[in-house]
């Protein structure tokens, strides 16, 4: 059993940076392909981004492509999504995942563990 605990959201105004991090626990974190996902009011779920259990690869989604960018610390158990050039529009609950190293890019059916969210809250 993994357990995946973020930090690091709040509120922030348009132009802005966050960084946020994500902590796992329970399993051995390296057979992990890691993943943010995030969901606004009203809307699903969505996939933001996600690193290789190898660190080598990463998928960013075109919405946040050359603004977000997401990187792992295997030693640390660690993984984190540095958010730059915020948006209005990029105000959701942001959750952490992991799913086992055979699925990539990890899509929302395949994550075995998520974190609780945290929010991030962009100002106009």
């Known amino acids: 059993q993994v357990q995946l605990v973020e930090s690091g959201g709040g509120l922030v105004q348009a132009g802005g940076s966050l960084r946020m991090s994500c902590a796992a626990s329970?399993?051995?974190?390296?057979?992990?392909?890691m993943a943010w996902f995030r969901q606004a009011p009203g809307k699903e779920r969505e996939f933001v981004a996600a690193?290789?259990?190898?660190?080598?690869?990463?998928n960013v989604a075109n919405s946040v492509k050359g603004r977000f960018t997401i990187s792992r610390d295997n030693a640390k158990n660690s993984v984190f999504l540095q958010m730059n050039s915020l948006k209005p529009e990029d105000t959701a609950v942001y959750y952490c995942?992991?799913?086992?190293?055979?699925?990539?890019?990890?899509?929302?059916?395949?994550?075995?563990?998520w974190g609780q969210g945290t929010q991030v809250t962009v100002s106009s």
């Open positions: 995942a992991a799913a086992l190293w055979a699925a990539w890019p990890p899509q929302g059916t395949s994550i075995d563990y």
């Open positions: 329970g399993g051995t974190f390296g057979r992990y392909n």
């Open positions: 690193i290789h259990w190898t660190g080598g690869v990463t």
